[in-house]
């Protein structure tokens, strides 16, 4: 049931993703299995904050962001104990779902977050006008087939 590739993604390569759009990145390990993770979390932390100091020297990276949603919290855990934050910046992927599930309720509740529903009601055409009336044809032929069949006992 472990999990070796509790990554710790920073940049460092050339890709052509599109969410990384021309930026570097890389991904390192920390090499905990999930199970020893729960078992002492603050040394998860500790080699967390090792692995990413390694990083950082090696790829100048301005930020490191955590990819594994335990490791983040053993890391949060230990900073929430009094611990000195490390001098970079480690962005932890928990927050961030948090943060952006707030920003989104802050939006709706100041009516600037709506979804649209125009593609629900919106009548098909072209194409798809053709293809709808043809399905609801064979529905509606299907739907008489089974009440003819059902009133005339036939199972």
């Not at 991904?27 to 080699?47: C, G, H, S």
């Not at 009601?121 to 009336?133: L, M, N, R, V």
Request: glycine share 8%; hydrophobic share 40%.
């Amino acid at each position: 049931m472990g999990v070796r590739d509790s990554g710790i993604p920073a940049c460092r390569y050339p890709c052509s993703p599109p969410r990384f759009r021309g930026q570097y990145h890389g991904i390192r390990t920390i090499e905990w299995y999930i199970r020893d993770m729960i078992n002492n979390p603050d040394a998860v932390a500790l080699d967390t904050i090792k692995r990413c100091e390694e990083v950082v020297k090696e790829t100048y990276v301005d930020t490191i962001i955590m990819g594994c949603t335990i490791v983040a919290a053993c890391f949060q855990q230990w900073l929430m104990k009094g611990n000195a934050p490390p001098k970079f910046a480690i962005m932890n992927p928990n927050l961030m779902a948090l943060k952006m599930a707030e920003s989104l309720a802050d939006l709706k509740q100041k009516g600037g977050y709506h979804i649209s529903r125009a593609g629900f009601y919106e009548q098909p055409s072209g194409f798809y006008a053709d293809e709808a009336k043809q399905a609801r044809k064979a529905f509606a032929a299907a739907v008489a087939l089974a009440r003819k069949t059902s009133s005339s006992g036939i199972n």
